[in-house]
């Protein structure tokens, strides 16, 4: 895949479906993952198989963190269903420990744009929905 970079420790916020599903995936590509959620039971989404890390904790508490060896990380995803908690984590990953690869799920279009300029690696699936649904109106027509 392009872009991949083997051998990577990536700490994962959030273990609902995109979580679990990218959580999965990157551990079969040999990534070191650790998944981080507040409520243990999401964590029923991931395979039995699954060879990373599951952790119970919050991803902007300090403590958590620390636990889920932030400070190692090369890559962050947060991937919580609030976008105010996903924000909050992913600029403590960024400014308080230094993790070079930050990635934010913000649903709101808006939001998701004004904190990419802030140098958050940004994604909304609200516009992808958009162009999706739209893309869906017109197959074969």
Sequence with gaps: MAGEVPGMRILIMGCGRVGAGLATQLANEGHDVTV???DAFAFRRLLPTFAGHRLVGSG???RSL???RIAETDCFIALASGDNRNILASQKAKEIYGVKTVVTRV???LRSEM???LGLRTFSPTK???TLAHDAIFQGA
Excluded: K, Q
């Design 128 to 130: 992808v929905g958009v």
């Design 107 to 109: 649903r709101d279009p």
């Design 66 to 68: 620390v636990e889920a």
């Design 115 to 117: 904190f990419g300029r």
């Design 60 to 62: 902007t508490d300090d």
């Design 36 to 38: 981080l959620d507040t």
